[in-house]
């Protein structure tokens, strides 16, 4: 019998598990994919946003806040990448963009954003000369950043583990049903029984809540296709840049670098049926290209190096939907998050915390909580640091993917850490092997051969990301004969 079940271990997830993690409770997280942050948090912009977007008053604006206050420290504490950077939204010479742009700078200003101000065009291209000469003026936000999303998500939930909470992957909700002091839950890894459940279901949030009778909450994805440019395009700009809205009220194609040092651009939105539709499209793809030229002329788009697209998981409602539900005491909902979803993670996880003691649970401080993390990163050390961490161990003196330069010893550490990342992607998301210009095309056999060599699984048991995603199946030849030799 845990105390508390977390449906969900994206940002959400595993920020709220980390929060829980603190106090003397027995908590379980149960995740659908095989791994965490591998849904809506490892597909998304990468943004801290500044908060001047959200609508004043709202839930969204206060937890955005709140949220990128939160993230300083963790990152800090965790070892997560975050860089401060500033946003532009850009204005050009018509009514539309010029009011939008007013408009914005009174939505932030009454939701608390400190540093916002109007600039006109020539203070815009001094402080970002990578942006289109023909703008008239922007919104300047001093208060965003970028990060690395899925590592924030991996940092916290693994830091959840090493204080007690149990992750259990491959483990999709198929059942919950209310018993009148508990719930049973049944996933497709086992049955469990928890006092509390929280929904942090993403995508499919209110599926989840339909499961003890919710109907209230009705799920309207919309996924975006994003590009991957080299880190040669890296430096074209050096802040977050969206155009204004069109009509529609669709944000626009984001030029942002990130935190590795390549340059983003992207998403499109159209709706889809389901948190799994996750398809690119070659034909909608290229009005990326166009859109992103309005903002950033410079850009190369001979040097794209990955496509991808993400879902985010909206509902109805357009606030987020945080509450003990009416209907079924005990469950509470943290569903229709989305942007600003990354920024609010941890103060969402607050909000969670402050439903459960209204809800009744005791919560008692641990007196020992491990509220640190530190990965090695070979590629920034100095040369005395990287001698004397090979001089140690070997493994880190044998570089593995060689655009990243991650070594082998970046590599195996990450297959024993808290949740053991058991696919190729899994170990992309750790610790960049396979992210750089040829993306896997060189280490992703080796990253293959570690993998199985570690976890003592044969090499037909290795994925590449998701359940399915075979790389091999068998051997290309059985044995040997005079013929093969």
């Known amino acids: 019998m845990y105390d508390v079940l977390i449906v969900g271990c994206g940002i959400v997830g595993a920020a709220t598990a980390y929060q829980l993690s603190r106090y003397n409770l027995s908590v379980c997280v149960c995740e659908r994919y095989n791994d965490v942050a591998n849904g809506c948090t490892k597909a998304n912009t ?58 914005l700078y009174k939505r932030g200003v009454a939701n608390g954003v400190e540093g916002l101000r109007i600039v006109d065009r020539e203070e815009a291209l001094s402080l970002e000369p990578g942006l289109n000469p023909d703008i008239k003026a922007a919104l300047y936000a001093p208060g965003s950043g970028i990060i690395n999303p899925w590592e924030y998500c991996i940092a916290m939930a693994e830091t959840a583990v090493r204080n007690g909470v149990e992750v259990k992957l491959d483990s999709e909700v198929t059942a919950i049903e209310k018993k009148e002091d508990h719930f049973v839950v049944t996933t497709k890894s086992g049955i469990y029984e928890s006092r509390y459940v929280i929904n942090a279901g993403g995508g499919w949030s209110a599926q989840v809540y339909e499961m003890v009778g919710g109907h209230e909450l009705h799920q309207t994805n919309f996924a975006g296709q994003y590009f991957v440019l080299d880190k040669n395009q890296g430096n074209k700009v050096h802040s977050v840049i969206f155009p204004c809205p069109d009509e529609h009220g ?208 044969d090499e037909k048991d290795i994925l590449m990301d998701e359940q399915g995603t075979f790389i091999i199946t068998s051997a290309i030849k059985e044995g040997h004969n005079e013929e093969c030799i």
Do not use: W
Not at 260 to 275: F, I, M, Q, T
Not at 288 to 305: G, H, M, N, Q
Not at 368 to 385: G, H, N, P, V
């Open 46 to 103: 990468a943004i801290l946003h500044a908060g001047f977007d959200c609508p004043i008053g709202s839930m969204e604006a206060r937890l955005n806040l709140r949220g990128i206050q939160l993230a300083k420290e963790i990152c800090e504490k965790l070892d997560v990448e975050r860089i401060e950077m500033p946003t532009f939204i850009i204005a050009y010479d018509n009514e539309h963009d010029l009011n939008y742009i007013q408009e």
């Open 250 to 457: 669709f944000k626009g194609i984001c030029v942002t670098p990130t935190v590795h040092g390549n340059l983003l651009v992207g998403p499109d939105c159209y709706e889809v049926s389901d948190g799994d539709h996750v398809g690119t499209d070659p034909l909608t793809l290229e009005n990326l290209k166009t859109e992103a030229y309005k903002s950033v002329p410079d850009i190369d788009f001979r040097e794209i190096i990955h496509e991808y697209a993400g879902v985010r998981p909206n509902t109805q409602i357009p606030d987020f939907v945080i509450e003990e539900s009416p209907e079924c005491p005990h469950f509470i909902n943290l569903a229709g998050i989305k942007s600003p979803g990354l920024s609010s993670a941890p103060a969402i996880a607050e909000e969670a915390e402050k439903l459960l003691r209204k809800c009744g649970l005791e919560l008692e401080m641990k007196e020992k909580f491990i509220d640190t993390r530190k990965r090695i990163q070979f590629r920034y050390l100095d040369d005395d640091a990287k001698k004397k961490l090979i001089a140690e161990n070997p493994l880190y003196g044998r570089i593995i993917c060689r655009c990243e330069t991650v070594t082998e010893g970046e590599i195996v550490e990450a297959i024993h850490r808290p949740i053991i990342p058991r696919t190729v992607d899994a170990i992309k998301r750790r610790c960049n092997a396979g992210m750089g210009r040829c993306q896997g095309g060189f280490c992703g056999p080796r990253v293959h051969e570690i993998l199985a060599r570690e976890l003592g699984v």
